[in-house]
């Protein structure tokens, strides 16, 4: 049997909000592997874990840079909200987007060797952390160069989008980009959905229905039933466009509606901070820590 470490157990609890003694079952029966015990739990019906937001933490902003058929989303992180309404900050943020545009580095560890002015990015960002006090960190970016349209849409500075679309006009790419923003799908299309991913889905579904009791005969249409609610719930073009006012009319019906063979052909969507864990500050040892 695999040795399972408190961190283990503790980290787990935190992601899916179960009790300590499930927590450790549920590693215990998965060997240890962590994504393998938030399925168990998940299949017990005991996580919460697929609506957990609260593992959203960083600050900084989602900047952009749109110009003709080419688009660019990039996030830059600071510690704190306070820095990232620094004008030094904000310019930095959108310098970085403009660059990526313009030079399309293959990574963040090439853009950080690109020059901005008489400098490379990497010694900016450092001349900006010595100003400021706090750590700075580009985080990732995203590139589209199209022979179709591009759209982008910020709501604020913590979440953007951008759309590559065919066919249709500024204003369906604009709605599209805003609906993204509003309902985060994850996947374009039924189709672009991976194997591994419905095959984990159609398990845990599964598991759900044995775990209530279902009869056998029932469980394969419990299964397919959950599997269209993922698919209406995940996939862009299968959810309910956000401003039809009937709630009927799904993202794949307002492309027909716009004629001309219109399409979206691939997005991106940044929440700042998504996925990464705030650091939670213990006052008392930070203080401790400093008279030693």
Do not use: W
């Not at 935190?14 to 240890?32: F, R």
């Not at 510690?79 to 030094?88: A, G, I, L, R």
């Not at 545009?101 to 990497?122: K, R, Y």
């Not at 299968?238 to 004629?259: C, N, R, T």
């Amino acid at each position: 049997m695999a040795t399972i470490s408190a961190s283990a157990v503790k980290d787990l609890r935190e992601k899916t909000g179960v009790g300590m003694m499930d927590a450790k079952k549920a590693l215990e029966e998965a060997g240890g592997d962590f994504e393998k015990a938030v399925d168990i739990l998940r299949k017990k019906g005991l996580s919460a874990a697929a609506k957990k937001a609260d593992r959203v933490a960083s600050e900084g902003m989602i900047a952009f840079s749109s110009s003709g058929r080419t688009g660019v989303l990039a996030e830059v992180n600071s510690e704190t909200d306070f820095v990232s309404k620094n004008p030094e900050f904000q310019q930095f943020a959108k310098s970085v987007a403009e660059l990526v545009s313009t030079q399309n580095p293959a990574d963040v560890a090439a853009l950080s060797q690109l020059m901005l002015g008489n400098e490379s990015v990497e010694a900016r960002r450092q001349t900006l952390v010595q100003k400021i006090g706090e750590n700075i960190a580009i985080r990732r970016f995203e590139r589209y160069e199209t022979d179709g349209s591009i759209a982008v849409y910020l709501h604020g500075t913590r979440i953007g989008v951008m759309v590559d679309y065919a066919g249709g006009d500024e204003q369906l790419g604009k709605d599209i980009a805003m609906h993204i923003a509003a309902a985060n799908p994850q996947h374009l299309s039924r189709e672009s959905v991976p194997a591994e991913t419905i095959a984990r889905e159609r398990a845990v579904y599964e598991g759900q229905a044995k775990e209530s009791g279902k009869p056998a005969a029932v469980i394969g249409k419990i299964i397919d039933g959950k599997m269209e609610k993922f698919y209406t719930d995940f996939c862009l073009l299968e959810q309910v466009y956000i401003k039809d006012p009937d709630g009927k009319l799904k993202v794949k019906d307002l492309l027909k509606k716009a004629g001309g063979n219109a399409a979206v052909r691939r997005f991106v969507r940044y929440q700042l901070g998504e996925g990464i864990e705030k650091k939670k500050a213990n006052f008392a040892e930070e203080v401790a820590a400093q008279l030693k």
